[in-house]
């Protein structure tokens, strides 16, 4: 089986070439080798790769700077979406979409079905729901898969992000009024494999089970560090509100998403937030890097 991926160095696409089954050939692609901006280019790639199945792991994920770069937000999380959509029949390969919870207002108090209407908040949330929207008018056989306050090993994210300002500072504030489900790359990665595999179609939520504010998040991290020796003290962690860390995009306050459906595909239940959480800080540590 041949795979084409785009997005190759963000969190995801690193795991997904780090935990790539045997037997299946996936052509990495990032902005350098494929502009999935220029339609041509994705058309070309297509043509000369021919693969049986493309994830369209690339995504515009500044959600603040969104705010006043909409346009390109757009070009990346709509358009490029569109294009690989649009040319699915064409070339005869299976698309796998990811997405974001952002997608939702998060005015609910219970988790968000796949089929929820979706009221994003800014342009980040609103860029990827019409990517989204395009996909399913254009290739109804796809699967967009959502997921939520990803993090890992690779690149830049939030525990790793606090991790070093826990060793930077005497003490943290994190808002502790915004509620939603971390998860670890290794969860979305293994379930896109296995998706690869089923090939279902439509609208799918991925994200390690359990629930969490993002200063719970902070002060698990903390606490796992300190076990595993990535961290040598403790710090003192302060809840905020919202209205207390303002930033130019509003977040949701509530984005938990009901994941029964994936898990029912699946044949197992997803791991808890905090199990993958000791696991990606445990990889680190494998890894000798630091955050």
Request: with cysteine.
């Amino acid at each position: 089986m041949k795979i084409l991926l785009t997005g190759a160095h963000g969190q995801l696409g690193s795991e997904l070439q780090a935990t790539c089954p045997a037997g299946i050939t996936l052509i990495a692609t990032d902005r350098d080798t494929l502009d999935i901006t220029d339609p041509q280019q994705v058309i070309n790639a297509l043509e000369q790769h021919r693969p049986d199945v493309v994830i369209n792991g690339a995504a515009y994920t500044a959600v603040d700077k969104a705010e006043t770069d909409s346009a390109n937000a757009y070009l990346i999380n709509h358009a490029a979406a569109h294009v690989f959509a649009a040319q699915a029949a064409l070339f005869d390969y299976y698309l796998l979409q990811i997405s974001t919870d952002f997608v939702f207002d998060g005015l609910q108090s219970t988790p968000y079905l796949p089929n929820a209407i979706a009221k994003p908040l800014g342009v980040y949330g609103a860029s990827k729901l019409a990517g989204e929207q395009a996909v399913q008018s254009a290739c109804p056989s796809a699967a967009i898969v959502r997921t939520s306050w990803l993090y890992s090993a690779y690149g830049n994210n939030f525990v790793k992000t606090m991790l070093r300002l826990m060793r930077e500072r005497d003490a943290l504030g994190v808002v502790a009024d915004q509620v939603g489900t971390p998860t670890w790359t290794g969860t979305l990665a293994a379930t896109l494999w296995s998706f690869v595999a089923q090939k279902p179609q439509g609208i799918l939520h991925c994200a390690d089970n359990g629930v969490a504010s993002w200063y719970d998040f902070t002060v698990a991290i903390q606490e796992e560090a300190l076990a595993l020796g990535l961290l040598d003290k403790a710090i003192p962690i302060k809840p905020l509100r919202t209205d207390e860390y303002p930033t130019p995009a509003r977040r949701p306050a509530f984005s938990v998403m009901d994941r029964r459906a994936t898990e029912t595909l699946l044949g197992y239940t997803l791991p808890h937030w905090r199990t993958s959480l000791r696991q990606m800080l445990t990889q680190l540590k494998q890894q000798n890097v630091t955050a």
